[in-house]
Protein backbone atom coordinates (compact mmCIF):
# COMPACT_ATOMS: atom_id res chain seq x y z
CA UNK A 1 0.00 0.00 0.00
CA UNK A 2 2.86 1.95 0.95
CA UNK A 3 5.11 1.64 -2.63
CA UNK A 4 1.49 2.24 -4.05
CA UNK A 5 0.99 5.46 -2.55
CA UNK A 6 4.89 6.60 -3.45
CA UNK A 7 4.31 5.86 -6.80
CA UNK A 8 1.15 7.53 -7.12
CA UNK A 9 2.57 10.45 -5.71
CA UNK A 10 6.29 10.82 -7.57
CA UNK A 11 3.41 10.67 -10.70
CA UNK A 12 1.79 13.51 -9.49
CA UNK A 13 5.45 15.16 -9.18
CA UNK A 14 6.19 14.36 -12.65
CA UNK A 15 2.72 16.31 -13.99
CA UNK A 16 3.08 19.15 -11.75
CA UNK A 17 6.15 19.54 -13.38
CA UNK A 18 5.76 18.91 -16.87
CA UNK A 19 4.92 22.08 -19.11
CA UNK A 20 1.66 21.85 -21.28
CA UNK A 21 1.56 20.03 -24.50
CA UNK A 22 1.50 22.11 -27.65
CA UNK A 23 -1.62 22.43 -29.49
CA UNK A 24 -1.19 20.19 -32.64
CA UNK A 25 -1.76 22.37 -35.90
CA UNK A 26 -5.15 20.49 -36.28
CA UNK A 27 -6.13 21.64 -32.86
CA UNK A 28 -5.04 25.44 -33.33
CA UNK A 29 -6.93 25.12 -36.48
CA UNK A 30 -9.90 24.47 -34.73
CA UNK A 31 -9.98 26.31 -32.32
CA UNK A 32 -8.96 29.70 -34.08
CA UNK A 33 -11.86 29.03 -36.20
CA UNK A 34 -14.24 28.62 -33.35
CA UNK A 35 -12.76 31.79 -31.94
CA UNK A 36 -13.58 33.53 -35.45
CA UNK A 37 -17.44 31.79 -35.94
CA UNK A 38 -17.99 32.86 -32.63
CA UNK A 39 -16.87 36.85 -33.65
CA UNK A 40 -18.92 36.32 -36.95
CA UNK A 41 -22.55 35.34 -35.32
CA UNK A 42 -22.21 37.88 -33.23
CA UNK A 43 -21.68 40.36 -35.46
CA UNK A 44 -24.57 39.23 -37.87
CA UNK A 45 -27.03 39.41 -34.86
CA UNK A 46 -25.83 37.19 -32.09
CA UNK A 47 -26.47 33.77 -31.05
CA UNK A 48 -29.49 34.20 -29.60
CA UNK A 49 -31.08 35.94 -32.68
CA UNK A 50 -29.70 32.87 -35.22
CA UNK A 51 -30.49 30.67 -32.73
CA UNK A 52 -34.16 31.80 -32.99
CA UNK A 53 -34.30 32.33 -36.40
CA UNK A 54 -36.92 29.22 -37.25
CA UNK A 55 -38.37 29.77 -40.54
CA UNK A 56 -36.83 32.68 -43.55
CA UNK A 57 -38.60 33.14 -46.43
CA UNK A 58 -37.28 35.45 -50.14
CA UNK A 59 -37.82 36.62 -52.80
CA UNK A 60 -35.28 37.09 -55.57
CA UNK A 61 -34.78 38.51 -58.98
CA UNK A 62 -31.72 37.28 -61.50
CA UNK A 63 -29.67 38.53 -64.07
CA UNK A 64 -28.33 34.79 -65.61
CA UNK A 65 -24.89 34.78 -67.43
CA UNK A 66 -24.61 31.96 -69.22
CA UNK A 67 -21.25 31.15 -68.56
CA UNK A 68 -20.46 28.19 -70.58
CA UNK A 69 -23.90 27.89 -72.09
CA UNK A 70 -24.70 30.66 -74.11
CA UNK A 71 -25.10 30.00 -77.87
CA UNK A 72 -21.50 30.69 -78.59
CA UNK A 73 -18.87 29.16 -77.52
CA UNK A 74 -16.82 31.99 -75.66
CA UNK A 75 -17.88 35.76 -74.07
CA UNK A 76 -19.71 37.99 -74.40
CA UNK A 77 -22.17 35.27 -72.71
CA UNK A 78 -26.08 35.26 -73.44
CA UNK A 79 -27.84 37.03 -70.64
CA UNK A 80 -31.69 36.57 -69.27
CA UNK A 81 -34.02 37.17 -65.81
CA UNK A 82 -35.14 34.94 -63.68
CA UNK A 83 -37.14 35.46 -60.19
CA UNK A 84 -37.43 32.96 -57.68
CA UNK A 85 -39.00 32.08 -53.62
CA UNK A 86 -37.45 30.33 -51.30
CA UNK A 87 -39.06 29.57 -48.01
CA UNK A 88 -36.92 27.05 -45.24
CA UNK A 89 -37.93 25.83 -42.06
CA UNK A 90 -34.61 24.65 -40.92
CA UNK A 91 -35.76 22.88 -37.70
CA UNK A 92 -38.80 20.93 -38.87
CA UNK A 93 -36.12 20.18 -42.80
CA UNK A 94 -39.28 22.00 -44.46
CA UNK A 95 -38.28 23.91 -48.10
CA UNK A 96 -40.25 25.60 -50.47
CA UNK A 97 -39.06 26.46 -53.65
CA UNK A 98 -40.79 28.25 -56.84
CA UNK A 99 -38.48 29.83 -59.76
CA UNK A 100 -39.81 30.96 -62.99
CA UNK A 101 -38.42 32.69 -66.31
CA UNK A 102 -36.57 31.65 -69.27
CA UNK A 103 -33.50 32.05 -71.08
CA UNK A 104 -31.45 29.62 -73.24
CA UNK A 105 -34.63 28.71 -75.51
CA UNK A 106 -36.17 27.33 -72.47
CA UNK A 107 -39.70 29.22 -70.96
CA UNK A 108 -40.23 27.64 -66.99
CA UNK A 109 -42.56 28.13 -64.11
CA UNK A 110 -41.60 25.16 -61.73
CA UNK A 111 -41.05 24.25 -57.84
CA UNK A 112 -40.84 21.78 -55.24
CA UNK A 113 -42.75 21.62 -51.69
CA UNK A 114 -40.17 19.19 -49.24
CA UNK A 115 -42.22 18.58 -46.30
CA UNK A 116 -41.68 14.95 -45.52
CA UNK A 117 -44.12 12.65 -47.00
CA UNK A 118 -46.05 15.55 -48.23
CA UNK A 119 -43.54 16.38 -50.99
CA UNK A 120 -44.05 17.19 -54.01
CA UNK A 121 -42.27 19.07 -57.65
CA UNK A 122 -44.64 21.45 -59.37
CA UNK A 123 -44.74 22.33 -62.89
CA UNK A 124 -46.68 25.19 -63.07
CA UNK A 125 -46.40 25.66 -66.88
CA UNK A 126 -47.54 22.36 -67.78
CA UNK A 127 -49.92 22.07 -64.88
CA UNK A 128 -49.04 19.04 -62.84
CA UNK A 129 -47.51 18.19 -58.85
CA UNK A 130 -46.09 14.83 -58.89
CA UNK A 131 -45.35 13.42 -55.74
CA UNK A 132 -41.59 13.00 -54.73
CA UNK A 133 -40.87 9.65 -53.74
CA UNK A 134 -37.58 10.43 -51.63
CA UNK A 135 -37.62 13.93 -50.68
CA UNK A 136 -34.10 15.23 -49.94
CA UNK A 137 -34.08 18.05 -47.91
CA UNK A 138 -30.24 18.72 -48.15
CA UNK A 139 -29.85 18.78 -51.54
CA UNK A 140 -33.00 20.67 -51.95
CA UNK A 141 -32.76 23.82 -49.89
CA UNK A 142 -28.69 23.27 -50.01
CA UNK A 143 -28.77 26.09 -53.04
CA UNK A 144 -30.87 28.41 -50.58
CA UNK A 145 -28.60 27.93 -47.74
CA UNK A 146 -25.46 28.72 -49.85
CA UNK A 147 -26.32 32.30 -50.47
CA UNK A 148 -28.10 33.37 -47.64
CA UNK A 149 -25.32 34.23 -44.94
CA UNK A 150 -27.68 33.83 -41.55
CA UNK A 151 -28.42 30.31 -42.58
CA UNK A 152 -24.67 29.35 -43.08
CA UNK A 153 -23.71 31.45 -39.49
CA UNK A 154 -26.53 28.82 -38.49
CA UNK A 155 -24.88 25.51 -40.03
CA UNK A 156 -21.61 26.94 -38.74
CA UNK A 157 -23.48 26.72 -34.82
CA UNK A 158 -24.39 23.32 -35.43
CA UNK A 159 -21.04 22.41 -37.44
CA UNK A 160 -18.22 24.05 -35.63
CA UNK A 161 -16.47 21.06 -34.45
CA UNK A 162 -15.69 20.25 -38.29
CA UNK A 163 -14.91 23.42 -38.93
CA UNK A 164 -10.96 24.50 -39.33
CA UNK A 165 -9.66 27.90 -40.37
CA UNK A 166 -7.34 27.66 -43.32
CA UNK A 167 -5.22 31.20 -42.85
CA UNK A 168 -5.78 34.34 -43.65
CA UNK A 169 -5.75 36.64 -47.26
CA UNK A 170 -6.42 40.05 -48.26
CA UNK A 171 -9.39 41.09 -50.88
CA UNK A 172 -9.72 43.82 -52.25
CA UNK A 173 -7.47 45.65 -49.28
CA UNK A 174 -9.21 44.22 -46.54
CA UNK A 175 -7.71 40.99 -44.29
CA UNK A 176 -10.13 37.89 -44.50
CA UNK A 177 -9.76 35.08 -42.39
CA UNK A 178 -11.25 31.70 -44.33
CA UNK A 179 -13.26 28.77 -42.26
CA UNK A 180 -14.38 25.70 -43.68
CA UNK A 181 -17.82 24.68 -43.62
CA UNK A 182 -19.04 20.99 -44.93
CA UNK A 183 -22.89 20.70 -45.36
CA UNK A 184 -25.19 17.71 -45.29
CA UNK A 185 -24.82 17.79 -49.23
CA UNK A 186 -22.43 19.00 -51.35
CA UNK A 187 -18.59 19.67 -51.87
CA UNK A 188 -17.19 21.55 -49.05
CA UNK A 189 -16.67 25.41 -48.95
CA UNK A 190 -14.62 28.18 -48.04
CA UNK A 191 -16.24 30.87 -46.23
CA UNK A 192 -14.38 34.47 -46.09
CA UNK A 193 -14.52 36.34 -42.84
CA UNK A 194 -13.33 40.37 -42.88
CA UNK A 195 -11.11 40.76 -39.89
CA UNK A 196 -12.67 44.02 -38.79
CA UNK A 197 -16.23 43.22 -39.13
CA UNK A 198 -15.99 39.99 -38.61
CA UNK A 199 -19.22 40.16 -41.47
CA UNK A 200 -19.25 36.80 -44.00
CA UNK A 201 -18.23 38.55 -47.57
CA UNK A 202 -17.56 35.66 -50.01
CA UNK A 203 -16.99 31.67 -50.38
CA UNK A 204 -15.80 29.28 -52.74
CA UNK A 205 -15.95 25.83 -53.43
CA UNK A 206 -14.77 23.92 -56.14
CA UNK A 207 -17.40 22.14 -58.38
CA UNK A 208 -15.56 19.52 -60.80
CA UNK A 209 -16.06 19.57 -63.95
CA UNK A 210 -16.74 23.39 -63.86
CA UNK A 211 -14.45 24.83 -61.98
CA UNK A 212 -14.40 27.25 -59.06
CA UNK A 213 -17.63 28.99 -57.79
CA UNK A 214 -17.26 32.30 -56.02
CA UNK A 215 -20.22 33.67 -53.99
CA UNK A 216 -20.11 37.29 -52.79
CA UNK A 217 -22.74 38.63 -50.18
CA UNK A 218 -23.46 42.32 -50.58
CA UNK A 219 -25.38 45.73 -48.78
CA UNK A 220 -26.01 44.06 -45.50
CA UNK A 221 -29.26 45.44 -43.73
CA UNK A 222 -30.93 44.18 -40.21
CA UNK A 223 -34.38 42.69 -40.73
CA UNK A 224 -35.76 41.22 -36.91
CA UNK A 225 -32.08 41.90 -35.61
CA UNK A 226 -30.33 39.70 -38.11
CA UNK A 227 -28.23 40.95 -41.33
CA UNK A 228 -29.40 39.79 -44.53
CA UNK A 229 -27.14 40.75 -47.71
CA UNK A 230 -29.36 42.51 -50.02
CA UNK A 231 -27.36 41.56 -53.35
CA UNK A 232 -25.35 38.44 -54.41
CA UNK A 233 -22.98 37.60 -56.99
CA UNK A 234 -22.04 34.37 -58.47
CA UNK A 235 -18.54 33.58 -60.33
CA UNK A 236 -17.43 30.74 -61.99
CA UNK A 237 -13.93 30.59 -62.82
CA UNK A 238 -13.28 34.29 -61.99
CA UNK A 239 -16.57 35.26 -64.62
CA UNK A 240 -19.99 36.27 -63.71
CA UNK A 241 -22.70 33.76 -63.85
CA UNK A 242 -25.35 35.24 -61.81
CA UNK A 243 -26.51 38.66 -60.45
CA UNK A 244 -29.11 38.79 -57.57
CA UNK A 245 -31.00 41.06 -55.90
CA UNK A 246 -33.06 40.15 -52.65
CA UNK A 247 -36.48 42.36 -53.13
CA UNK A 248 -37.88 41.19 -49.92
CA UNK A 249 -37.05 39.00 -46.68
CA UNK A 250 -39.31 37.37 -44.02
CA UNK A 251 -38.72 36.47 -40.51
CA UNK A 252 -40.53 33.71 -38.83
CA UNK A 253 -43.62 33.67 -40.45
CA UNK A 254 -45.25 30.18 -40.49
CA UNK A 255 -44.81 28.59 -44.44
CA UNK A 256 -48.66 26.84 -44.12
CA UNK A 257 -49.71 29.12 -46.85
CA UNK A 258 -46.94 27.27 -49.13
CA UNK A 259 -47.03 23.72 -48.35
CA UNK A 260 -50.67 23.41 -50.22
CA UNK A 261 -50.11 22.25 -53.65
CA UNK A 262 -52.46 24.87 -56.10
CA UNK A 263 -55.80 23.17 -56.98
CA UNK A 264 -55.47 24.36 -60.60
CA UNK A 265 -52.55 21.36 -60.81
CA UNK A 266 -53.17 18.01 -61.85
CA UNK A 267 -51.84 15.15 -59.88
CA UNK A 268 -49.02 13.19 -61.84
CA UNK A 269 -47.00 10.05 -61.29
CA UNK A 270 -44.37 10.23 -58.55
CA UNK A 271 -40.89 11.54 -59.21
CA UNK A 272 -38.14 8.66 -58.10
CA UNK A 273 -34.63 9.03 -58.09
CA UNK A 274 -33.09 8.93 -61.43
CA UNK A 275 -30.86 5.90 -60.99
CA UNK A 276 -28.12 5.15 -63.17
CA UNK A 277 -28.91 2.18 -65.19
CA UNK A 278 -29.16 0.79 -69.31
CA UNK A 279 -31.56 0.17 -71.50
CA UNK A 280 -31.55 -1.34 -74.77
CA UNK A 281 -33.66 0.77 -77.66
CA UNK A 282 -32.77 -0.94 -80.38
CA UNK A 283 -30.90 -3.90 -81.16
CA UNK A 284 -27.33 -2.61 -80.15
CA UNK A 285 -28.55 0.35 -79.07
CA UNK A 286 -27.96 1.54 -75.98
CA UNK A 287 -28.92 4.38 -73.37
CA UNK A 288 -26.88 4.76 -70.66
CA UNK A 289 -27.06 7.12 -67.85
CA UNK A 290 -29.01 8.68 -64.61
CA UNK A 291 -29.19 11.51 -62.32
CA UNK A 292 -30.32 13.17 -65.23
CA UNK A 293 -27.43 12.16 -67.63
CA UNK A 294 -27.20 10.05 -70.71
CA UNK A 295 -25.56 8.87 -73.48
CA UNK A 296 -26.10 6.69 -76.19
CA UNK A 297 -24.06 4.01 -77.58
CA UNK A 298 -24.29 2.37 -80.81
CA UNK A 299 -22.80 -0.81 -81.82
CA UNK A 300 -21.08 -1.00 -85.30
CA UNK A 301 -19.74 -4.21 -86.71
CA UNK A 302 -16.31 -4.08 -85.31
CA UNK A 303 -16.78 -0.21 -82.92
CA UNK A 304 -18.55 1.31 -81.33
CA UNK A 305 -20.16 5.09 -81.56
CA UNK A 306 -20.67 7.03 -78.89
CA UNK A 307 -23.12 10.00 -78.72
CA UNK A 308 -22.98 12.62 -76.10
CA UNK A 309 -20.81 14.53 -73.66
CA UNK A 310 -22.20 14.66 -70.60
CA UNK A 311 -20.51 13.25 -67.08
CA UNK A 312 -22.48 10.19 -67.79
CA UNK A 313 -19.74 9.20 -70.26
CA UNK A 314 -17.18 7.53 -68.28
CA UNK A 315 -19.60 5.32 -66.04
CA UNK A 316 -21.50 4.88 -69.35
CA UNK A 317 -18.88 3.14 -71.14
CA UNK A 318 -17.95 1.00 -67.89
CA UNK A 319 -21.47 -0.17 -68.36
CA UNK A 320 -21.30 -0.86 -72.01
CA UNK A 321 -18.66 -3.39 -71.46
CA UNK A 322 -20.83 -5.34 -69.42
CA UNK A 323 -22.86 -5.46 -73.26
CA UNK A 324 -20.32 -5.08 -75.87
CA UNK A 325 -17.05 -6.18 -74.23
CA UNK A 326 -14.46 -6.31 -76.90
CA UNK A 327 -15.19 -3.41 -80.03
CA UNK A 328 -13.48 -0.46 -79.56
CA UNK A 329 -15.23 3.20 -78.91
CA UNK A 330 -13.95 4.46 -82.52
CA UNK A 331 -16.15 7.70 -82.21
CA UNK A 332 -17.15 10.24 -79.28
CA UNK A 333 -19.88 12.79 -80.98
CA UNK A 334 -19.92 15.89 -78.45
CA UNK A 335 -23.46 17.55 -79.29
CA UNK A 336 -22.87 20.89 -78.36
CA UNK A 337 -20.31 23.17 -76.47
CA UNK A 338 -22.11 23.68 -73.38
CA UNK A 339 -20.28 23.36 -70.48
CA UNK A 340 -22.32 19.94 -69.21
CA UNK A 341 -22.02 18.84 -72.60
CA UNK A 342 -18.37 18.17 -72.71
CA UNK A 343 -16.83 16.26 -69.59
CA UNK A 344 -17.43 13.58 -71.73
CA UNK A 345 -14.99 14.56 -74.22
CA UNK A 346 -11.73 13.30 -71.34
CA UNK A 347 -13.46 9.68 -71.30
CA UNK A 348 -13.16 9.66 -75.50
CA UNK A 349 -9.80 10.76 -75.43
CA UNK A 350 -8.77 7.91 -72.72
CA UNK A 351 -10.39 5.69 -74.89
CA UNK A 352 -8.18 6.74 -78.04
CA UNK A 353 -11.83 7.67 -79.62
CA UNK A 354 -12.36 10.04 -82.51
CA UNK A 355 -13.92 13.32 -81.06
CA UNK A 356 -16.60 14.85 -83.18
CA UNK A 357 -17.60 18.06 -82.94
CA UNK A 358 -17.39 21.94 -84.59
CA UNK A 359 -14.60 23.57 -85.24
CA UNK A 360 -16.17 26.52 -83.60
CA UNK A 361 -15.97 24.37 -80.10
CA UNK A 362 -12.39 23.54 -81.11
CA UNK A 363 -10.65 25.28 -77.70
CA UNK A 364 -13.73 24.05 -75.55
CA UNK A 365 -13.46 20.51 -76.51
CA UNK A 366 -9.53 20.23 -76.67
CA UNK A 367 -9.55 21.94 -73.11
CA UNK A 368 -12.22 19.52 -71.69
CA UNK A 369 -10.05 16.05 -73.03
CA UNK A 370 -7.79 17.64 -71.19
CA UNK A 371 -4.97 15.87 -73.22
CA UNK A 372 -3.37 17.77 -76.45
CA UNK A 373 -3.11 14.77 -78.45
CA UNK A 374 -6.75 14.22 -78.88
CA UNK A 375 -8.00 13.54 -82.52
CA UNK A 376 -10.84 15.57 -83.06
CA UNK A 377 -13.03 15.41 -86.80
CA UNK A 378 -15.34 18.49 -87.53
CA UNK A 379 -18.93 18.68 -88.72
CA UNK A 380 -19.97 21.45 -90.63
CA UNK A 381 -23.54 20.45 -91.50
CA UNK A 382 -23.63 16.72 -91.89
CA UNK A 383 -21.28 13.39 -91.40
CA UNK A 384 -22.29 9.85 -91.79
CA UNK A 385 -20.26 7.17 -89.62
CA UNK A 386 -21.03 3.72 -91.34
CA UNK A 387 -19.64 0.36 -91.37
CA UNK A 388 -21.75 -0.95 -94.02
CA UNK A 389 -24.57 -2.18 -92.36
CA UNK A 390 -25.77 0.01 -89.94
CA UNK A 391 -25.74 3.59 -90.20
CA UNK A 392 -25.13 6.83 -87.88
CA UNK A 393 -26.42 10.44 -89.70
CA UNK A 394 -24.95 13.93 -87.61
CA UNK A 395 -27.16 16.43 -88.52
CA UNK A 396 -26.50 20.46 -87.40
CA UNK A 397 -29.57 21.61 -86.82
CA UNK A 398 -28.29 25.09 -85.90
CA UNK A 399 -28.93 27.56 -85.38
CA UNK A 400 -31.22 27.19 -82.63
CA UNK A 401 -32.57 29.82 -80.21
CA UNK A 402 -29.74 27.23 -77.57
CA UNK A 403 -26.76 27.09 -79.64
CA UNK A 404 -25.09 28.30 -83.12
CA UNK A 405 -24.12 24.68 -83.98
CA UNK A 406 -25.99 21.10 -82.40
CA UNK A 407 -25.69 17.74 -83.81
CA UNK A 408 -28.59 15.63 -83.48
CA UNK A 409 -27.73 11.43 -83.92
CA UNK A 410 -29.86 9.75 -86.21
CA UNK A 411 -30.21 6.38 -87.05
CA UNK A 412 -32.03 5.63 -90.24
CA UNK A 413 -33.05 2.49 -90.09
CA UNK A 414 -34.09 1.90 -86.83
CA UNK A 415 -35.90 5.03 -86.76
CA UNK A 416 -33.95 6.28 -83.43
CA UNK A 417 -32.98 10.27 -82.80
CA UNK A 418 -30.76 10.95 -79.81
CA UNK A 419 -31.16 15.26 -78.87
CA UNK A 420 -29.74 17.13 -75.90
CA UNK A 421 -31.67 20.22 -74.74
CA UNK A 422 -34.43 20.44 -77.37
CA UNK A 423 -37.22 18.26 -75.98
CA UNK A 424 -37.57 18.31 -72.37
CA UNK A 425 -39.64 16.14 -70.68
CA UNK A 426 -40.03 14.72 -67.61
CA UNK A 427 -38.72 11.12 -66.53
CA UNK A 428 -42.90 10.32 -65.73
CA UNK A 429 -45.66 12.67 -66.49
CA UNK A 430 -47.53 14.48 -69.00
CA UNK A 431 -45.35 16.32 -71.97
CA UNK A 432 -44.93 20.06 -71.18
CA UNK A 433 -45.96 22.44 -73.40
CA UNK A 434 -43.08 23.40 -76.15
CA UNK A 435 -40.55 26.33 -75.72
CA UNK A 436 -38.67 27.74 -78.06
CA UNK A 437 -36.15 25.44 -78.36
CA UNK A 438 -38.51 22.39 -79.27
CA UNK A 439 -40.02 24.84 -81.68
CA UNK A 440 -36.66 24.81 -83.32
CA UNK A 441 -35.64 21.16 -83.22
CA UNK A 442 -39.24 20.05 -84.49
CA UNK A 443 -38.80 22.90 -87.80
CA UNK A 444 -35.47 20.75 -88.03
CA UNK A 445 -37.00 17.35 -88.45
CA UNK A 446 -39.73 18.78 -90.81
CA UNK A 447 -36.42 20.35 -92.64
CA UNK A 448 -34.59 17.32 -93.46
CA UNK A 449 -37.41 15.01 -94.00
CA UNK A 450 -36.29 12.70 -90.71
CA UNK A 451 -38.89 9.96 -90.04
CA UNK A 452 -38.38 8.16 -86.58
CA UNK A 453 -39.93 6.25 -83.97
CA UNK A 454 -38.14 6.55 -81.06
CA UNK A 455 -36.81 10.19 -79.59
CA UNK A 456 -34.21 9.47 -76.53
CA UNK A 457 -32.25 12.63 -75.30
CA UNK A 458 -29.76 13.21 -73.23
CA UNK A 459 -31.29 14.14 -69.85
CA UNK A 460 -34.21 12.07 -69.85
CA UNK A 461 -34.01 8.22 -69.55
CA UNK A 462 -37.84 8.43 -71.27
CA UNK A 463 -38.19 7.75 -74.62
CA UNK A 464 -40.76 9.56 -76.94
CA UNK A 465 -42.62 8.95 -80.06
CA UNK A 466 -43.49 11.31 -82.95
CA UNK A 467 -47.01 11.64 -81.74
CA UNK A 468 -44.78 12.81 -78.03
CA UNK A 469 -43.38 15.81 -80.16
CA UNK A 470 -47.02 16.67 -81.54
CA UNK A 471 -48.27 16.90 -77.96
CA UNK A 472 -45.87 19.33 -76.75
CA UNK A 473 -46.68 21.43 -80.15
CA UNK A 474 -50.20 20.97 -79.62
CA UNK A 475 -50.17 22.23 -75.88
CA UNK A 476 -50.76 25.20 -74.14
CA UNK A 477 -49.35 27.07 -71.17
CA UNK A 478 -51.47 25.72 -67.97
CA UNK A 479 -53.52 28.43 -66.59
CA UNK A 480 -51.83 28.15 -63.66
CA UNK A 481 -48.29 29.42 -64.71
CA UNK A 482 -48.91 33.15 -63.23
CA UNK A 483 -50.75 32.35 -60.29
CA UNK A 484 -49.00 32.37 -56.34
CA UNK A 485 -45.74 34.24 -57.49
Not at 157 to 176: F, M, N, P, Y
Not at 222 to 227: F, N, R, S
Not at 410 to 438: C, K, M, N, S, W
Amino acid sequence: MKAQSLIIAAAALLLADASPAAESLPLQSVNRANAIIDAAIEAHGGAKALEGLKTLAQKQEFINVATGQSRKPGPPYDRSRSSNFNAIDVDNRIFVNRNWGEGGGFVFDQGVIINGENSWQLNHRSGTAAPLAEPDFGAQSGPFIRVTPALLLKQLQARRQTSHWLGEVEVDGRKQDIVTLVMETGPGLSLYFDQQSHMLTRMERVLPPFGQIEYAFLDYAEVEGIAFNQAFRLYVNGEDNLIMDILETRVNQPLEPWLEVPAGLERVAAVRPDEFGSQEIGEGVFLIGGNGNYSMFVEMADHVVAIGGTQAVQPGIEELRKQVAEKPIRYGVLTHHHSDHVPGAAAYAKEGATIVTFRENEAVVRKAAGDENAVLQFVEDRLSLSDGSRTVELYNIGPTPHAENILIAYLPAEGIIFEADHFPQPATGVIPPAVPVTVAFAEALDRLGLEFTTLVGAHSPRAATPADVEKALGRQPAAATAAGR
